[in-house]
């Protein structure tokens, strides 16, 4: 009843309609970026959709206040949103991580292709499907570092983006995303050698003739 | 051989930032020098970037997901939304 008195019939006047048609037409099509973005952070398929939904109801609302610009502008509003519709849904606080040396997260890399390499499955990319490992892997990791490796290395946004649509400063971006990286490096070596995967590998370097002989 | 073993060092430490396309021009250009005659520190880095492809690779297909889509226009339509 008061709602009615307060808000006369001219709301739904033709440039509300418009603005419905706009937000329609600009958000509804990264219904399943948000959606892939809500399931990373969940991992459960209800608790997802019901974000989402959260996501777009609020987008709705403050559409007014989005300035259009390009489509992916659009996609990291509605990410942001996402973001934090599942931050008031667990009352997650943005809680500080300790901060890794840039560069030792990049010495790891080496390490971890050189534990790859002497494992025999330097060529894991190249020749197993690790599609569902790392997708288990990713899902293991802890929100803060799940959410910048999904943005960057899933969704393709740049840290820059990832330090917007997250709130957070740049330096934080790249030493989550490295060591979110190291930590799947990790799993994902774990995994090549659960699977077997390093029976495959090519014979030890053989003995010289020369060596055999003085054996024998 | 010592001068050699930290000068790949160098260029390793800066593997994440260089394969993210993050460098300073000229930092970038003495990386790229290095790997064009070091296979060693070459190999890091394409493993990393085959690592980084995987991941890009297992993201999960876009799904149509028509019963969301649904849900989501009538939650919209409850709130007031004109369509």
Redesign the interface.
Known sequence: MLEATRQPRQS?SES??ER??E??AAA?PW???V??FA?SLTRNESDA?DI??ET??RA??YWGSFKEGTDSDCRKWLLTICRNAFNTAVQREGKSVAVDD??????A??R??NA?RSAGV?DM??RLD???A??NA?AQLDPNFREV?VLS????FS?EEIAETLGVPLGTV?SR??RA?RH??ES?LVYALDAGFDRVKPAPKLRSPAKETNDG | MDSRRSECEAIVRRLWPFVDDKLPDSDREQVTRHLEQCADCLSHFDFARAFLDAVHAARPADEHDEALHARVLAALTDQGMTI
Request: hydrophobic share 45%; net charge negative; no cysteine.
């Open positions: 739904t509300v309609r419905d048609r937000f329609t509804l219904l399943p970026n959606k892939r399931l959709d989402v939904q777009y109801l709705h609302r840039d560069e030792l997260e990049s010495l890399a080496a971890a292709h790859a330097d990319y190249a690790l599609g569902p790392i997708q990713i490796v290395d899933v969704e393709g840290y790249r995303l490295f990286r799947l490096q994902l």
